[in-house]
């Protein structure tokens, strides 16, 4: 079957549920990037303003 599926320049059911799961991990995965760099940047500019009050 899986040659008839190439022969056809598509995919088997499988690999098409395969792939929307695949795809739908990365977008939950890029959600979740997003959202830590978000993070980061917020602690970055504490540290930042934590170290201007501590040396004056």
Do not use: F, K
């Not at 190439?6 to 959202?35: I, P, Y």
Request: net charge negative; glycine share 6%.
């Amino acid at each position: 079957m899986r040659a008839d599926a190439e022969a056809a320049g598509g995919l088997e059911e499988s690999e098409r549920e395969e792939l929307c799961q695949l795809r739908e991990e990365s977008r939950q995965l890029r959600g979740e990037n997003t959202e830590i760099e978000m993070e980061r940047d917020a602690l970055m500019r504490s540290v930042v303003l934590w170290e201007m009050e501590a040396t004056r």
